[in-house]
């Protein structure tokens, strides 16, 4: 069963009928087909909702499609290599996903080859959060539950807090529990989900964007000169290397690309915190000086 909140729906507010069937009306006219919906397989919606996490919409499509083609169940993604599954993965960036996602796979696997059908199973994986559980639920299983993700917290914003910054999550959520339990969204709760999802896209595509009023938005740091980008970097450079790379030799060629970017050379103990963290989350392991995918 999906998050249990407390549903209510305020005074003062547009009454719960009225908005449930106005937000219905928004997903008729703002529907987007894109190839994850309207599936019935819980891990490709789980890959599509973990591709979707911090990840534009028109960017996951190909992946989407690549990484299933690759690794089409539980199981194949379990008997696959690191390196392959992050071979696929590349692109999309936050690599920590897909780890995640491999995690998961090896402890389905593990016991019996399939995801659990609850959301409380769901949210014991490696990388599911509460949005993810209730997506998965709701998208894989037509479980109404309480999904508040970016673009569904945006409409919630947008429609019922116009005037406010800084709004919680916690005042969210009994609001889109009360819309999602509502008979006309539980009816179909993908059918409700991907409306709130269509309709947060359409505000922020026409200039609107109430995520900012959120008391957890946080504007994205640039890429391009970050940790994140030197990660990036030493994680393809590694990967190139089957047979291992030294590590004197990756530090050697990034500091090589961060001067012809025009940035200063890498900092060593830097260097070696980034390699660190790397090898501690999996993304490749140390061979004495050899670094080895």
């Not at 050697?252 to 200063?264: F, G, K, M, Q, T």
Request: charged residues 25%; contains cysteine.
């Amino acid at each position: 069963m999906a998050k249990v909140v407390e549903p209510a729906w305020p005074a003062g507010i547009e009454p719960l009928d009225c908005f449930v069937h106005r937000m219905l009306q928004h997903a008729r006219e703002l529907y987007r087909d894109l190839p994850w919906r309207h599936i019935d397989d819980p891990y490709a919606v789980l890959v599509s909702e973990i591709m979707l996490q911090q990840t534009q919409v028109a960017r996951v499509g190909r992946f989407w499609e690549r990484f299933l083609d690759a690794f089409p169940t539980v199981d194949a993604l379990a008997a696959a290599a690191v390196p392959d599954v992050l071979e696929q993965w590349q692109g999309l960036g936050y690599n920590r996903r897909a780890l995640a996602l491999k995690r998961t796979a090896d402890q389905c696997a593990a016991s019996g080859g399939q995801l659990p059908d609850t959301y409380q199973e769901l949210l014991a994986l490696p990388g599911i959060g509460p949005a993810t559980a209730a997506g998965v639920m709701a998208f894989a299983h037509q479980v109404p539950g309480v999904y508040v993700e970016t673009n569904v917290r945006a409409v919630f914003l947008h429609e019922l807090f116009p005037d406010r910054d800084g709004v919680p999550d916690r005042e969210l959520e009994p609001l889109v529990a009360a819309a999602a339990f509502h008979p006309a969204a539980a009816a179909d709760p993908r059918r409700w989900y991907y409306g709130l999802l269509d309709y947060g896209a359409h505000l922020k595509a026409t200039g609107v964007n109430p995520t900012r009023r959120s008391a957890s938005y946080s504007r994205q740091s640039a890429f391009e000169g970050s940790r994140r980008q030197k990660r990036s970097w030493i994680v393809r450079r590694v990967l190139a290397a089957p047979e291992g790379v030294p590590a004197t030799a990756v530090r050697s060629e990034l500091n090589r690309a961060e001067v012809a970017a025009s940035r200063e050379g890498v900092d060593g103990d830097l260097f070696v915190s980034i390699v660190n963290d790397l090898v501690s989350e999996g993304f490749f392991r140390r061979d004495g000086d050899l670094l080895v995918p």
